[in-house]
């Protein structure tokens, strides 16, 4: 079982930052690859980035809607994946919830994933 509790949530105007951090616990992090995925009212939930983060590589996945805008990091000393947002727009207002699939699942699709956090509110006014 993996745990995951996300914090960072909160009210921006937009062209602002925020970082959302998911904090892990449970079986081994590094065993598994962490997504961020986002959910507006009314619709889909959907992908937003992902990380597999190896002792020997790092790699990153980004949904088009974030690129430039967006960076996943991991800290697998604490166990924790990191969403930074910057240039934030009305339109990323949503649930942003952490994820975490098996390696080498597909990540941007949210039937990979098999623990989720509860998410945090990330409301961009303009």
């Known amino acids: 079982q993996v745990q995951l509790v996300e914090s960072g949530g909160g009210l921006v105007q937009a062209g602002g930052s925020l970082r959302l951090s998911c904090a892990a616990s449970g079986r081994t992090f590094s065993r598994y690859s962490m997504g961020w995925f986002r959910q507006a009212p009314g619709k889909e939930r959907e992908f937003v980035a992902a990380?597999?983060?190896?002792?020997?590589?790092?790699?990153?996945y980004y949904d088009d809607s974030v690129k430039g805008r967006f960076t996943i990091s991991s800290d697998n000393a604490k166990n924790t994946v990191y969403l930074q947002m910057n240039s934030l727009k009305p339109e990323d207002t949503a649930v942003y919830y952490c994820?975490?699939?098996?390696?080498?699942?597909?990540?941007?699709?949210?039937?990979?994933?098999?623990?989720w956090g509860q998410g945090t509110q990330v409301t961009v006014s303009s």
């Open positions: 990380i597999v983060a190896m002792t020997w590589s790092e790699n990153t």
């Open positions: 994820a975490a699939a098996v390696i080498g699942a597909r990540l941007d699709v949210k039937e990979s994933y098999d623990y």
